[in-house]
């Protein structure tokens, strides 16, 4: 008897559960833009920017986090200026031989050579002519940094893929290739 009570009562539960859903009326929506957003289109205007803009500029003068300004322009001139003046600002206990000798490796060793001869990989096979041998070249740390840092003749910038600690490794390696030529 008290089974027949039980699934009378289930039975009753049911029918009034599914008997309160109309699909011709749905049901309210406690927070109605979280199931409905309001969809904007790409560059379209918007009422979070002043007068109605499109987007904002940066303010005048800002530079980007972890940014360093390089005073030296990308010019003949400039490359001049950073050979003769621009000295590296790496000391003996932050100068790390073996990181500047593995990023060497890394960028510059496939055209320049493991040992700055001018014979890399690329150059052996024909893909490149005309990569300098550091022997022949009158070049200084801060030559060096100014190439890495704006690129020069068929070498591209390498300022994207190292920071500026990096490249100063990587000149201060060069001249010790330099130094056993």
Known sequence: ?????????????????????????????????????????TYSQSDAFKNGKEGQLPVEGTINRGFEPYQYENTPAGYELAKLNLKSPLDSLSNDSEKGKALFE??????????????????????????????????????????????????????????????WLVSSYVLELKSKL
């Open 1 to 41: 008897m008290k089974s027949i009570y039980k699934i009378t009562l289930l039975v009753c539960i049911t029918i009034l559960v599914s008997s309160c859903h109309d699909n011709s009326k749905p049901n309210y929506q406690y927070m109605p833009n979280m199931y409905e957003p309001v969809s904007y289109n």
């Open 106 to 167: 890394i960028y510059c060793a496939i055209c320049h050579g493991n040992a700055g001869d001018g014979k890399g990989k690329l150059v052996t096979q024909g893909k490149y002519l005309g990569v300098p041998n550091y022997k022949d070249r009158p070049i200084t740390e801060g030559s060096i940094f100014h190439v890495q840092t704006y690129g020069l003749n068929a070498m591209g910038s390498y300022a994207n893929q190292l920071n500026a600690h990096e490249r």
